[in-house]
């Protein structure tokens, strides 16, 4: 089954750290770009990291630079987000996502979200 | 960085109905345009790539059309499980953005 599954999420107090992770099935996990997108609770989407496929490339949003760090194990099939320096507008779900075709640009396959609070 | 505004922030409709949902960007992204759909608690789900190519699997009573600033998502014929949150989203250039969303509504 092609899938995202998302973890590491939960209660972190502010200038705490978070490692998330998401594992893929399903597809060839070394083939895709992959980002991480959040939503904070009620607003829209913010892409937030993208990394290429062989961890050439890596871009982050303004946002969460110098803070966030992305990372990949093709071996594993594995994504992971760490996070540093954590505030409280950095409450979100967070999304892994794969880009479509391989290096699209959009998200034809998304996780279903883990919840990360920052709040002391 | 690239700002994507969607119009209107809510639309009320009835089963049946045609609706258009549209997208400015602050400068050109040429056909580099997606929209996605979301529904209450779930991850979203892609609609439509490069402004109106359908992603498998999506009805087509869904199109999009537009370039370089000015997008439109259109959906004929309203069914029932359409009444969901739709966002824009530009891949022209890192940052990629997103619109705020557009929530559709039944009247």
């Known amino acids: 089954q092609v899938q995202l599954v998302e973890s590491g999420g939960g209660l972190v107090k502010p200038e705490g750290s978070l490692r998330l992770s998401c594992t893929a099935s399903?597809?060839?996990?070394?083939?895709?770009?992959m980002s991480w997108i959040r939503q904070a609770p009620g607003k829209g989407l913010e892409w937030i990291s993208y990394?290429?496929?062989?961890?050439?490339?890596?871009y982050y949003a303004d946002s969460v630079k110098g803070r966030f760090t992305i990372s990949r194990d093709n071996a594993k099939s594995s994504l992971h987000l760490q996070m540093n320096s954590l505030r409280a507008d950095d409450t979100a779900v967070y999304y892994c996502?794969?880009?479509?075709?391989?290096?699209?640009?959009?998200?034809?396959?998304w996780g279903q979200g883990t919840l990360v609070t920052v709040s002391s | 960085d690239i700002q994507m505004t969607q119009s209107p922030s809510t639309l009320s409709a009835s089963v049946g109905d045609r609706v258009t949902i549209t997208c400015r960007a602050s400068?050109?992204?040429?056909?580099?345009l997606a929209w996605y759909q979301q529904k209450p608690g779930k991850a979203p789900k892609l609609l439509i790539y490069?402004?109106?190519t359908l992603e498998s699997g999506v009805p087509s009573r869904f199109s999009g059309s537009g370039s370089e600033t000015e997008f439109t998502l259109t959906i004929n014929s309203l069914q029932p499980d359409d009444f969901a949150t739709y966002y824009c989203?530009?891949?022209?250039?890192?940052?990629?953005?997103f619109g705020q969303g557009t929530k559709l509504e039944i009247k």
């Open positions: 989203q530009q891949y022209h250039s890192y940052s990629y953005s």
């Open positions: 990394i290429s496929s062989r961890s050439g490339s890596i």
């Open positions: 400068q050109s992204i040429s056909s580099w």
């Open positions: 490069k402004v109106s």
């Open positions: 996502t794969r880009d479509h075709g391989g290096y699209g640009g959009f998200f034809d396959l």
């Open positions: 399903g597809f060839t996990f070394s083939d895709y770009y």
